[in-house]
């Protein structure tokens, strides 16, 4: 994902490349898992 390319579809992601904002973006990731269990 480093590529900003989906390695299965071919497609442009999104990719959080700031320390901080990624971090949060995992925080949210990880609480959503968190919840569904």
């Known amino acids: ?3 900003e ?3 299965f ?3 442009a992601i ?3 490349k ?3 904002k990624k971090g949060k973006q995992k925080e949210i990731v ?5 919840k569904l269990q």
């Open 5 to 7: 390319i989906d390695p």
């Open 30 to 34: 990880v609480e959503k898992r968190s």
């Open 18 to 20: 700031n320390l901080k």
């Open 1 to 3: 994902y480093y590529t």
């Open 9 to 11: 579809t071919g497609k």
């Open 14 to 16: 999104y990719v959080e």
